[in-house]
C-alpha cells in the first residue's frame, strides 16, 4: 500500500509494475490527484477510482485527469438538471 500525504501522488516504474501484477485499479485521494499519475496508471491498463470528490467540479476536474470513477460524501452535487 502508498500513501501520498500531503503531496501529489507518484510511484516509481518499479511500484508501478509491482501494483500492475496484482491489481487492476488504483483508488487514490482527489488532493493527491495529477495527470502524470493518471497517465502512468493508464500507461499499465490499470483503473483509477478518485475518493472524497464533493464537488461537481471537482468531479469533471478528475475525470479530466484520466478518472474512471469517483466516490462522494455529497451526492446531490450531482444530481442531472432538467
Do not use: C, R, W
Not at 502508498?2 to 518499479?14: I, M, R, V
Request: no cysteine; hydrophobic share 40%.
Amino acid at each position: 500500500m502508498y500513501h501520498f500525504k500531503n503531496t501529489s501522488a507518484q510511484l516509481t516504474s518499479d511500484q508501478l509494475a509491482s501494483v500492475a501484477s496484482y491489481a487492476s485499479g488504483v483508488g487514490i485521494n482527489y488532493a493527491a490527484l495529477n495527470t502524470d499519475f493518471s497517465n502512468s496508471l493508464a500507461s499499465k491498463d490499470l483503473l483509477l477510482h478518485v475518493y472524497t470528490v464533493n464537488s461537481f467540479e471537482e468531479g469533471l476536474d478528475a475525470y479530466g485527469m484520466g478518472a474512471d470513477g469517483i466516490f462522494t460524501n455529497t451526492l446531490k452535487e450531482f444530481k442531472p438538471t432538467d
